[in-house]
């Protein structure tokens, strides 16, 4: 809490814990109480947007804007606001730093764990390019070169941290280019130089990592919640693996008021896109798979309960801090291990990716994109996945008239049917193969054989 003393000279000041925890101050010369008491609240507002990795709201972004230039030198040197361009620097035009500072602010539509993301792409950024470096003298090699420098692991902060994979370069480099567009549209630069990046960088960069894909059978998944600790680990695995739910933001996003039992229908919200229209939420079954693990909560849960995943619900969700504090991969792991496997890469993912694959094999592709939350081209890039069922299924004899059948001696050979000849009962055909002559083509004495 943001808190105002007065020293013996009247002057105010305001102390706090700083972005490092530290007791730190700002000193605000001889306000009024209440002036100075203003300036404490907005201090705290802009450590919390910090500390949570959230865009500031528009009342504070507005304050912060109109604040004289000596509190905006104060907070600055704190970290809680980007400095302002000087006279002075406006010469050299936009500041990298800077703008990328005042970028992340503006976007108020990010979540959590995509602030994170872009912080990643901006620590990059000025790593590589300096703060001070001014957007205009970005050029397209530069950017290129950016790109390699992701790919060559430099970008990692300790030695011990693995290197980027290939498609978390082609990640970030993508968000970069989002953030210079916005720099184009505000008209700091003219054109983007993270334009033509992909060509020069195919070698290093991967829209997709199917390396790292794995289908949980149903199988395995039984011997894994087992393990879980109780009725509600049960349901937050069944919902990821059966519900094919984004763990952890939607699971825990669940109300029961949002299950309606007497449909067989659970409206869960969606977070990721609630800033699109019409995405704030979507409408699935209750899976036959899925609906033992939730009654069996709904069983155990208190009487009046509002949360449905209520006991494990994280303390950062509770304080509103976003979802990338949650930190439910950590217990995953340790279930996955009881059950005797080695965790998988992108646990919860390939989770909700191994329900996708299910439902392209019983459901029209739409369909299963929609009850999913995300698009058809989505899905077949990040999430459908080829099975060894399908290699089998696609070696099997086929079953269609005219077509080969095993030999009735037990040798194994495949033979064709014999003219005239009736398919067997077990091939659902029962119609007899007859010839037809004279097809246009092969003269009179071509036969082809038909159904």
């Known amino acids: 809490m943001a808190s ?44 919390s947007a910090k500390l949570s990795r959230r865009p500031m709201e528009s009342d504070l972004a507005e304050w912060t804007a109109d604040i004289p230039d000596w509190l905006a030198d104060k907070l600055a040197r704190k ?10 620097d406006s010469d050299r035009g936009a500041l990298l730093g800077d703008f990328l500072t005042d970028h992340l602010a503006r976007r108020s539509d990010l979540k959590g764990t995509s602030c994170v993301v872009y ?29 390699r420098y992701l790919a060559a692991g430099k970008a990692r902060r300790n030695k011990s941290d693995a ?24 008209r700091l630069i003219d054109n983007n130089p993270f334009t033509e990046w992909r060509k020069p960088l ?32 049960r349901l937050l695995l069944a919902l990821a693996r059966f519900g094919g739910m984004r763990v952890p933001s939607e699971p825990l996003s669940l109300k029961w008021t949002d299950v309606d039992w007497e449909h067989n229908q659970i409206r869960v919200p969606c977070p990721k896109l609630e800033h699109l229209e019409g995405r704030e939420s979507r409408i699935v079954p209750i899976f036959g798979e899925l609906r033992p693990f939730l009654e069996q909560c709904r069983d155990a849960a208190e009487p009046g309960a ?67 939350g995300h698009t058809e081209e989505i899905a077949d890039a990040h999430y459908r996945q080829v099975l060894p069922s399908h290699f089998e299924k696609a070696t099997r004899v086929p ?47 071509n036969r082809t054989p038909v159904l």
């Open 399 to 445: 079953t269609r008239a005219g077509a080969e059948m095993p030999d009735e001696t037990g040798s194994g050979v495949i033979r064709p049917l014999h003219e005239n000849e009736k398919a067997p009962e077990f091939l659902g055909l029962s119609a007899p193969r007859r010839l037809v002559q004279g097809m246009p083509g092969g003269g009179g004495g």
């Open 79 to 88: 970290g809680l606001i980007a400095p302002r361009v000087s006279d002075q």
């Open 163 to 186: 290197k980027l994979s290939r498609t978390t370069v082609d990640r970030r480099m993508s968000l970069a280019t989002t953030i210079f567009n916005d720099a184009v549209r505000h």
């Open 306 to 372: 509002e949360w449905i995943i209520a006991k494990h619900r994280p303390q950062s969700v509770r304080n509103g801090d976003g979802w990338h504090n949650a930190n439910l991969r950590t217990m995953l792991h340790k279930i996955i291990r009881r059950a005797g496997f080695e965790p998988w890469p992108r646990a919860w993912n390939n989770l909700r990716a191994s329900r996708a694959t299910e439902l392209a094999e019983e459901f029209a592709s739409h369909v299963g994109a929609s009850w999913l």
């Open 202 to 233: 195919k070698n290093v960069i991967s829209r997709t990592n199917k390396a790292r894909q794995r289908f949980i059978t149903r199988e395995d998944f039984a011997r894994i919640v087992e393990k879980a600790p109780d009725v509600e680990w």
């Open 4 to 47: 105002v003393s007065t020293d013996k000279n009247g002057n105010r000041r305001i102390v706090f814990k700083n972005l490092d925890r530290k007791r730190d101050a700002i000193y605000v010369g001889k306000l009024r109480m209440r002036d100075a008491e203003t300036i404490a609240n907005r201090i705290e507002a802009l450590l």
């Open 119 to 147: 912080e990643h792409v901006q620590r990059n950024l000025e790593a590589f390019f300096g703060k001070d470096k001014p957007l205009c003298e970005i050029t397209e090699g530069q950017a290129v070169d950016f790109g």
